[in-house]
């Protein structure tokens, strides 16, 4: 079943158009990567989603119902998380009061502070810190848990690597599966393209704030991803980045 | 005996000044929001508590159960329909926006009430007091209004710290944006801020209208020693905004003290110098958080 449907979306910042007639069906279940160059569009994408950036023309259905018009704060309600570029957990907060603040809109699931915490034990002992205090890798932990702290049908995740050691990467692709295996579709926005293509069963290519390719991972050629990240000929691509 | 006197004084003095101060510093706490009407909008509360006396006959006291409401409705609905939209990163639509309001005020009670000075009356309780030494008398009315704005400062205190709203309140003073994609909707929660800060100040308005006479016009300098006593505690900080009004009436008592030699001017002199210090030498305040 398709769980989210874009079609035709414009997007961007004042003068600045950042997306141009997007196309993209999100399955539910599925892990979806959003792969491209700095500045194709993918945050602002993600932010489209969430409502942090207005919709100019097109239509995003998810579950259904056209939700371009909601505002920001009700989309978490129908179950759309998004865990933003750089964490921007509540400084002032504690670890403990940040996942608590995900679950504001009350919506009913499996997620709460127990089975968060199944999923990322390590931020356990630092229930009670302020958030600002965490390591980079702890906060992105908190981060991704207070994004299910809300139950959502459809997690967002922006750039989780971004600024973080290898193997704490790694560790937080890790929990990527108990996810997926909580029922949550995963659109996820990522640089590194071999991280992208490990985890996800589908990859949309960005380019420009366009799509430039799309396709399962096993059936596209690293070439083509190559060229359609770079925006090079078909085929020009023979050394793959990242 | 005499310094003695004059501190305890203040600390009462500094119980007004801070019941003053709390809506002024929640609404910049949570919401960086500058309320230049909100001297004025004290001494709107205890002209609306006047008529609430006299029409229903109640003592001003109770009448806080019909002036508390009605101002926590209106700062309510004034969020919504007009404050909401000067909330940007520059302050100065909000300064705008309240000085006009605050001129709105001054000049709506001048045309309802009359320039003439009014009080509340209490009864005898005014001028009763509980005698300590021989040189020391706490007076009923001060001794009310410092235990209340213990009282409210502490149940804010509370409602920050430990209930759902205080957090969201929290989370949305550190990041709005971020704040709406957990399922805040900060405009609202702005609005329930400001109808906390219109209730507080109506009950430092009622408590100035029980101790001393007032007119349409005295809101401005009611602000003034707010916002002092906000800068010397610190900015949006709740037991800051205490230690800053008890400081502060502490200086004015303490000042007060060199009348014969410097004249009338001396109380508030010293707490306007104790002000300029904290804010050369302290900025964020003396519990402020980091300054931002």
């Given at each position: 079943m398709t769980l989210l449907e874009v079609r035709g979306l414009d997007a961007g910042y004042g003068d600045f158009q950042a997306l141009f007639g997007i196309d993209v069906d999100v399955a539910e279940g599925e892990t979806l990567a959003m792969i491209?160059?700095?500045?194709?569009?993918?945050?602002?994408?993600?932010?489209?989603?969430?409502?942090?950036?207005?919709?100019?023309?097109?239509?995003?259905?998810?579950?259904?119902?056209?939700?371009?018009?909601?505002?920001?704060h009700r989309r978490v309600g129908l179950g759309i998380a998004l865990v933003p570029e750089g964490r921007k957990l509540f400084g002032s907060l504690t670890v403990r009061e940040n996942l608590f603040i995900g679950a504001h809109a009350g919506r009913p699931g499996r997620w709460n502070l127990d089975t968060v915490l199944d999923v990322f034990p390590l931020i356990r002992p630092l229930l009670d810190r302020p958030s600002h205090v965490l390591s980079g890798g702890e906060q992105q932990s908190v981060a991704i848990g207070r994004a299910l702290m809300s139950n959502p049908r459809m997690v967002l995740l922006d750039e989780v690597s971004l600024g973080l050691a290898p193997v704490v990467v790694k560790s937080l692709y890790e929990a990527l599966p108990a996810l997926s295996e909580g029922g949550a579709t995963v659109l996820l926005v990522e640089q590194d393209i071999g991280q992208a293509l490990e985890v996800a069963s589908r990859v949309v290519c960005l380019l420009e704030g366009r799509v430039s390719l799309e396709g399962r991972p096993a059936e596209l050629a690293r070439s083509d991803i190559t060229a359609a990240y770079f925006g090079l000929p078909a085929g020009a691509g023979a050394e793959g980045p990242g | 005996m005499e310094w003695l006197n004059a501190i305890v004084q203040g600390i009462l003095l500094g119980g007004l000044f801070a019941l003053f101060a709390t809506g002024l510093s929640l609404a910049f706490g949570v919401m960086r929001f500058v309320n230049l009407a909100h001297g004025d909008l004290a001494i709107l509360g205890a002209f609306v508590a006047v008529s609430v006396t006299t029409a229903l006959g109640l003592n001003p006291f109770v009448s806080l159960v019909v002036v508390v409401p009605v101002m926590l409705a209106a700062g309510y609905a004034l969020q919504l329909g007009a404050f909401n939209f000067t909330i940007s990163p520059d302050p100065l639509p909000s300064i705008l926006v309240t000085f006009g309001l605050g001129v709105v005020i001054q000049n709506a009670l001048l045309q309802t009430y009359s320039a003439d000075s009014r009080g509340l009356d209490v009864g005898s309780i005014e001028i009763e007091s509980i005698k300590i030494t021989d040189a020391i008398a706490v007076g009923w009315i001060p001794l009310i209004t410092l235990v209340v704005a213990v009282a409210v400062l502490g149940a804010l205190q509370l409602m920050l710290s430990r209930t759902a709203l205080g957090r969201a309140f929290r989370a949305v003073s550190d990041d709005p944006a971020t704040a709406r994609l957990m399922g805040i909707n900060d405009r609202n929660l702005y609005a329930v801020a400001m109808g906390i800060a219109f209730a507080t100040v109506a009950i430092a308005g009622v408590f100035l209208g029980i101790r001393q006479s007032f007119g349409p016009l005295d809101g401005p300098a009611q602000l003034l020693y707010a916002f002092e006593a906000v800068v010397i505690g610190g900015l949006g900080s709740v037991w800051g905004t205490l230690v800053g009004g008890l400081l502060l009436g502490v200086a004015h008592t303490v000042g007060g003290q060199f009348e014969v030699s410097f004249g009338y001017g001396s109380g508030p002199l010293l707490g306007h110098i104790v002000f300029l210090v904290v804010l050369a030498t302290k900025p964020s305040g003396l519990l402020g958080r980091r300054a931002e």
């Open positions: 491209g160059a700095n500045g194709a569009g993918k945050t602002t994408f993600l932010r489209v989603l969430a409502g942090q950036v207005p919709t100019r023309a097109g239509s995003i259905v998810f579950d259904g119902a056209d939700i371009a018009r909601v505002k920001a | -």
